[in-house]
């Protein structure tokens, strides 16, 4: 059975830092896309980050990039989303992402392209 389990969430002051991170098992999951999606309150769930199925291409909505990275190791089935310079609208609970409807997936920033998802971590941050 496949499982995407997320971690690392927490409260943080704004400027500071956070790691998530996505542990994947049921499944090999190192030839398929995987995505960090985002819901804060009242506001539908919306893209942060993907990444392709070797590591090789990586995607951002604009609001995080040059602050947020994401990556992968194939080897432990885990993939993280280094957030940094934090900041209050990036409160939500983020959710982690699986494609495993294509082999060798690039990624993409559409929710539909994604078969499996994980019970999500919340981040809040303060001002």
């Known amino acids: 059975q496949v499982q995407l389990v997320e971690s690392g969430g927490g409260v943080v002051q704004a400027g500071g830092s956070l790691r998530l991170s996505c542990a994947a098992s049921?499944?090999?999951?190192?030839?398929?896309?995987m995505g960090w999606f985002r819901q804060a309150p009242g506001k539908e769930r919306e893209f942060v980050a993907a990444?392709?199925?070797?590591?090789?291409?990586?995607y951002y909505v604009d609001s995080v990039k040059d602050r947020f990275t994401i990556s992968r190791d194939n080897a432990k089935n885990t993939v993280y989303l280094q957030m940094n310079s934090l900041k209050p609208e990036d409160t939500a609970v983020y959710y982690c992402?699986?494609?495993?409807?294509?082999?060798w997936g690039r990624g993409s920033p559409n929710p539909y392209e994604y078969d499996y998802w994980g019970q999500g971590t919340q981040v809040a941050v303060s001002s």
């Open positions: 049921g499944r090999t999951f190192s030839s398929y896309a």
């Open positions: 992402a699986a494609d495993l409807g294509t082999v």
């Open positions: 990444i392709s199925w070797n590591g090789g291409r990586m």
